[in-house]
């Protein structure tokens, strides 16, 4: 029985191997507490399947300071990176966002947590 080399057990599946070039989406909403708009935009994205992170402005001062500093005065702030920046609940630019079955898989095994299966509970 041959040994399989371990440097191979951590590889993704072949099919995956092509995608590495590719980039994570690194998308960050800037959210605050009650914020009805925030709760659409996280719930939008969480049904498309797209990874992101949140950060509470009315917690974190350097966060508000942030976002103030590149012009914005209201929450959500969605920072897509190269998809741009934006305020306010926009579904059109949070479609644009969506990442398709293989590249949650890319993720999955990359250990990003998926969020589209989180309920919302607020």
């Known amino acids: 029985m041959a040994q ?42 969480d049904n498309n399947g797209t990874p992101y992170a ?9 966060a508000l300071a942030l976002i103030q500093s590149w012009g914005f005065t209201s929450a959500p702030v969605v920072d897509a990176g190269a998809a741009g920046r934006w305020s306010g609940y ?7 966002l969506r990442v398709g079955p293989v590249v949650r898989e890319v993720h999955r095994f990359a250990g990003v947590e998926d969020r589209s299966s989180v309920e919302d509970k607020g």
């Open 4 to 45: 399989r080399d371990r440097g191979h057990l951590h590889d993704p599946p072949h099919h995956l191997q092509r995608l590495r070039s590719k980039p994570i989406p690194n998308i960050t909403i800037y959210s605050k507490k009650n914020c009805p708009a925030c709760k659409f935009t996280m719930k939008k994205l």
């Open 90 to 96: 926009s579904p059109d630019r949070l479609d644009g």
């Open 54 to 62: 949140v950060v509470m402005v009315d917690e974190d001062a350097d």
